[in-house]
């Protein structure tokens, strides 16, 4: 998946080339984009464009600046509510599964206990998810404007970057947490560790792998359900409200016009934003967290197709065409799904090492001489004799000894585990290093079309200097 990754973003930059080339975008944003319209009337002064010599609004660099650093202030604030919300999860799982196991009456609800806190954890953290994400793009928009970026592409592009740092924390803060820091802090028999009082949580007998998987499935297929059906409910009860708002009561000798009506009951397109947003997320689920759910990519795909026909509807039935605006790329997207698809490698190694059972499995097969026949026993430790003079002796994972101290297994273990990081994320960086090289951003017939014009327009403007 990472090395796809890399291949597909190369190819999107050499289809996206030449797209540019063809509707003569390439050179827009340098020369050709003029300022908004709401920095125009706002801006307190003029400045002479250097590029094109018109004068122009201007707005001073070293405000825009502490203005920006403000809306980084109120990001942090944000990201720290996100964190709250997600300590606060982690909190309703730990005790609805206390409460579960001592309440219950039925040994499956007993043994259960676990899972049900786990899954009714997921559904409750998807719920909060969408509720912040609806508040903190209102923000986003009001601290945008107030940065006073010149340029449309730059307004969006600092708009895009605000809402993707909260959306990157708001949805892959609980993943991350059952990836990496799940079951890692829970202690032992007689030393177990807590928070806010309450004991840390542990894995499940299948593995944190297991209900990495299940965070997976629920946030992303969640998101994917609740989104489809919002695209496709949404636009046909705001066009039946705007048409019974906007069709007017016809009156004694008067038509009732419907001809004129038409354009009106149609919704405004609003842009792609939404769009973009939704697949840049999915990019994020199927490569990340791939490793852990390999069925994440299929269930992309099929919200793919479903999608593209709820699309086309929507935008052909119930929205007025859009006004075109002209774009020389996808702008910051593109930036951030390379930000994604390295993060991929990092978080995909770390997985394998430190989440899965695949090393442990591989040292005890080579330290057993290829049998795994006690490998169970070699993953569990005794309880310490202290708690067992006090308490029943139980076994629990980890690699400790009577005496809750760590055995060198556990050493050999964390070496091995670092190597594996370090050699898998070279090895991919290095192979999506060579697909960077061997393929070129910009198409041969591009270049040369581009070569060409440069060509002729040499000649006229020689030809424009030798007639006159």
Partial sequence: ??????????????????????????????????????????????????????????????????????????????????????????????????????????????????????????????????????????????????????????????????VFIFQFVNFYSSPVYVAFFKGRFVGYPGNYNSLFGIRNED?????????????????????????????FVLPKLKTWWQKRKLRPQPQKGEESGEESGELGELLVCEGLFSEYLEMVLQFGFITIFVAACPLAPLFALINNWVEIRLDAHKFVTEYRRPVVERGQDIGIWLPILQFISHIAVLSNALLIAFTSAFVPRLYYSYTADGSMSGYINFTLSTSPRDYNQQHTPCRYRGHRDENGRLLPEYFHLLAIRLAFVFIFEHVVFFIGRLIDMMVPDVPEEVEIKVKREHYMAKQALAENQVSS
């Avoid at 990001?75 to 964190?83: D, H, P």
């Avoid at 499940?204 to 919002?230: D, F």
């Fill in 203 to 231: 894995c499940g007998s299948g593995g944190c792998l297991i209900e990495l998987a299940q965070e997976l499935l629920i946030i992303m297929v969640g998101k994917q359900l609740i989104n489809n059906a919002q695209e």
């Fill in 1 to 162: 998946m990472s090395l796809w990754a890399v291949t597909f973003l190369e190819y999107w930059k050499r289809t996206c080339s030449a797209l540019a080339h063809r509707w003569d975008c390439s050179e827009f944003e340098e020369i050709e984009e003029r300022p908004r319209p709401e920095f125009t009337a706002m801006a307190p002064m003029t400045m002479r464009n250097p590029v094109t010599g018109a004068e122009e609004p201007y707005f001073p660099e070293k405000q825009r600046f502490s203005r920006i650093l403000t809306g980084c202030m109120v990001i942090i604030v944000m990201v720290a509510v996100v964190l709250i919300f997600v300590i606060a999860v982690i909190l309703y799982r730990s005790i609805l599964s206390i409460v579960i196991y001592k309440t219950a009456e039925h040994d499956f609800f007993m043994f259960s206990a676990g899972q049900i806190a786990s899954l009714t954890g997921s559904m409750l953290n998807l719920l909060v998810i969408l509720m912040l994400s609806r508040v903190y793009i209102s923000l986003a928009h009001m601290l945008t404007r107030w940065e006073m970026h010149r340029t449309q592409t730059k307004y969006e592009d600092m708009f895009i970057l605000k």
